[in-house]
């Protein structure tokens, strides 16, 4: 068999599947055959993934058809714009969009957008509006700017969408009592009393009986509560509040679909350039923020889906933002309302079970066929009972989770700001009033320092309380010039910045202080500056020059990006500088990382563990597991051993720790994958190269015989090895590194714990290996076409391969 590994970003160790060969006890074909795999079938998941498409389908098109109905009567559009968005956001945005599972159609945050856009130029315009803005989103796809985009500061994100949410529901409150909305959400406000005296009591009773049936129906207890809870609440409210006014004979608007044959179609808007300029751009903000956020929501909804993760991969957001625009020129140009990702049917979609684009597709292609033969029935939904489902939608969109996490953020500001602006001057006009607030807000935190100096026992304490920068340098310097000469003094830096001025005037006061026989020790900055040496920090500079200070100054030598803790160096100085290093280490952990990590450790201490994955790797110091794979406390149950091996049952020679752990974790923690991952100079792999036999009979000797099998697959003719992406393995020990990730996952099938779990469908195994000297981590994956055959290959971007269960 011939594998491949595939370089890969470590965030991605989650979704992505190891290929690793099937059955140790397969029969040895002669040289240069190829040796089958454990018979998949292929039959049976391709209807397995096909049903749980059409059912996801099914269930996001009961969503949608009400609320695009609901968002085209709030926008003050023709009803049929909303079905023409559905079908165009399922169809095109579907097909073409960089995240599968994410549905797109009319949404509510583009609602008071739209209806701003239809009071100023008229329904046609709007349509070319839609048009050009697509356009747009297709240069700034063209451009790779999606991710740009997410530095938008979430709350001014969440801002935005509670304004658009107050904005809906005042809007649709006139219609839920009787009445039309008017133009501004000040006027509804002002209008609302006199609404008030003026109920219509049809139209109330309908909207009661829809609210109703909306957050009663998911509320249902008990069995016959969780099948009715198949059916999604929008449509059995809406459902309701149509059969109950049509049953009643109740006299009260309804929806009144025209022949398709007079729908109108996009038209070329006319009006002051720069407000069409203004209204594109505020269209395309709106479409491609909600779009791409609820793409980053997706990915993260469906790497929470419990069981084995699905094949689906993470999304592409520049392809993402090529469909949007793609769907929205479509949508404009067959006169529909803007499209953009939507939350709710997204949402329902991966929780239904959707693993391909498949069902967003579909569930277009039935928005079409309820478009075109459903009409008559449409035509008796009551209009207070769609504008009652908008208008709790609105309300939905003013998060109290958003709020809590602005507030712990202490981002309220901002957020508030966002809020009115967007709700009193307009969705752009907001959204500009909160990113000059962010960056108001940014600013202030940079620019407020608290310095402080206090002496307790003769050493004289410099405590920096916030980001260091030129303009705290004179009270910095007064403080220091506190510190009298000859004494022993601390600078305590609780900050993660400190720029050029900075540095510069630590630095000399630090060699006057000294020169002048006094000692100081700095400690707990978390990163760096660029110093004339780059990257070197003030005690490194010192390290040439005599120094009154004794130890290591922590922080200051650590360029950005290396964690805010800082890392430690550990050198020479014999056992007495060892336990130096380790009583600094440990200090330095409790002064700077265990306030960070405090809340969350003493959550786990409260819940326990529930790690996803066991990660089997070799103990080499070079390899930091939370590092390669960007995991933190409680993510990963790790184990660590010389050589990652696994030794097989019943040969373990009285060592079964490798064999516990793996139990516990399967059978106890019910990890969902188990991750074998070497690393190149690996030193137990050459120590058995050197052999050849195992060792010897010392303990390292009589372990490494469990690397025995991997010295012997790698000497076999018939095996072709594994391949690193772009190249064959650099030499023998490499070969032998990357062949023994290979049968270590072949060890761990035949532990009956991970054979059942591979059995019922519930592990996944996976396999890794780590290039020391690039800092790139591989994965290994089946070689496209080769669904029969043992050939591997490494190709970028190729889906990964789900071990064989």
């Not at 509320?219 to 016959?224: E, F, K, Q, V, W």
């Not at 709710?344 to 309820?370: D, E, I, P, W, Y």
């Not at 059978?667 to 991952?677: E, F, G, Q, Y």
Request: proline share 6%; with cysteine.
């Amino acid at each position: 068999m011939s594998s491949a590994c595939v370089p890969t970003h470590p965030e991605s160790l989650g979704l992505a599947q190891a290929g690793a060969r099937a059955g140790a006890t397969s029969p040895q074909p002669a040289k240069g055959a190829d040796r089958p795999p454990s018979p998949p079938t292929p039959p049976r998941r391709r209807f397995r993934v096909e049903g749980a498409d059409l059912s996801a389908s099914v269930s996001v098109f009961l969503i949608a058809l009400p609320l695009s109905l609901g968002i085209a009567l709030a926008t003050g559009a023709p009803l049929q714009a909303g079905l023409v968005a559905a079908a165009v956001g399922g169809l095109v945005a579907g097909r073409l969009g960089g995240c599968p599972l994410q549905v797109s159609g009319p949404a509510a945050g583009l609602t008071v957008v739209t209806a701003d856009l239809i009071h100023r130029y008229g329904w046609r315009a709007t349509c070319g509006i839609t048009v050009l803005a697509g356009l747009a989103q297709l240069g700034l796809g063209c451009l790779r700017v999606a991710r740009t985009a997410l530095a938008v500061s979430p709350a001014v994100v969440h801002g935005m969408l509670a304004g658009i949410g107050v904005t809906i529901a005042v809007a649709q409150l006139h219609i839920v009592l009787g009445g039309n909305p008017q133009s501004s959400v000040l006027a509804n406000v002002r209008a609302l009393p006199a609404q008030l005296a003026n109920l219509h009591p049809a139209a109330v009773t309908m909207s009661a009986l829809t609210l109703a049936l909306l957050f009663g129906w998911p509320r249902i207890p008990g069995r016959a509560g969780r099948l009715l809870r198949t059916v999604p609440a929008a449509l059995v409210a809406v459902a309701g509040a149509t059969a109950t006014a049509s049953l009643t004979g109740l006299a009260l608007p309804r929806v009144d679909l025209p022949s398709w044959s007079s729908h109108a179609l996009a038209g070329l808007p006319e009006g002051p350039v720069l407000g069409i300029v203004a209204a594109v751009l505020t269209t395309t903000l709106v479409c491609s923020v909600q779009s791409l956020l609820g793409a980053v929501a997706v990915d993260k909804l469906v790497a929470g889906r419990p069981g084995p993760q699905s094949r689906v991969g993470r999304s592409d957001l520049d392809r993402e933002l090529l469909g949007q625009g793609a769907a929205n020129i479509v949508s404009g140009a067959l006169g529909g309302l803007p499209v953009a990702g939507v939350a709710v049917r997204s949402s329902a979609n991966v929780q239904s079970g959707a693993v391909s684009r498949n069902s967003t597709m579909l569930h277009g292609v039935f928005v079409v066929v309820a478009a075109l033969l459903m009409v008559p029935v449409l035509d008796l939904i009551p209009l207070a009972s769609l504008a009652a489902l908008v208008m709790a939608v609105g309300i939905q969109m003013v998060s109290l989770h958003h709020i809590r996490t602005v507030t712990r953020h202490r981002e309220v500001a901002v957020y508030v700001v966002t809020t009115l602006g967007v709700v009193v001057l307009g969705v752009l006009e907001g959204v500009l009033l909160g990113v000059a607030m962010a960056v108001a807000v940014a600013l202030h935190r940079l620019a407020r320092t608290r310095i402080t100096h206090e002496e307790k026992g003769g050493v004289h304490r410099v405590h920096v309380r916030g980001q260091l920068t030129f303009l705290a340098v004179p009270r910095l310097s007064r403080a220091l010039h506190l510190v009298p000469q000859g004494a022993h003094a601390v600078v305590e830096l609780d900050g993660s910045f400190m720029d050029h001025a900075a540095y510069e005037s630590l630095r000399d006061w630090r060699r006057a202080h000294t020169a002048q026989g006094g000692s100081a020790e700095l400690t707990g900055c978390r990163v760096g500056v660029r110093s004339p040496g780059y990257g070197q920090g003030p005690e490194q500079e010192d390290r040439r020059e005599p120094r009154a200070s004794h130890g290591r100054e922590p922080g200051l030598a650590h360029g950005p990006g290396l964690g805010r803790s800082g890392l430690a160096r550990w050198g020479g100085g014999g056992a007495d500088g060892a336990d130096h290093e380790l009583a600094r280490g440990i200090s330095a952990f409790q002064r700077d990382t265990a306030p960070l990590v405090r809340e969350e450790l003493a959550r786990l201490a409260r819940e326990g563990q529930r790690p996803s994955q066991l990660f089997l790797t070799c103990a080499d110091s070079r390899l930091v597991t939370s590092m390669i794979t960007s995991s933190g406390p409680g993510d990963l149950f790790v184990v660590r051993n010389v050589g990652n091996l696994v030794p097989l049952p019943g040969e373990e020679n009285g060592d079964d720790s490798v064999s516990a752990a793996i139990e516990y974790a399967v059978d106890v923690l019910k990890v969902r994958s188990i991750t074998v991952c070497g690393h190149s100079g690996c030193g137990a792999m050459q120590a058995l190269l050197s052999s050849g036999s195992g060792g010897g009979t010392s303990p390292l000797g009589r372990w490494l015989r469990h690397g025995l099998p991997s010295l012997a697959r790698l000497a076999d003719d018939g095996w072709p090895g594994v391949r690193l992406a772009g190249r064959a393995a650099a030499d023998t020990a490499e070969r032998l590194c990357l062949t023994n990730v290979v049968q270590q996952l072949e060890h761990l099938r035949a532990h009956d714990s991970v054979a059942r779990a591979l059995a019922a469908g519930e592990l996944e195994l996976h396999g890794m290996y780590f290039h020391v000297g690039e800092a790139q981590a591989y994965l290994l994956r089946r070689a496209e076409g080769e669904e029969e055959g043992e050939v591997f290959e490494g190709v970028p971007g190729a889906e990964e391969l789900r071990s064989p269960a």
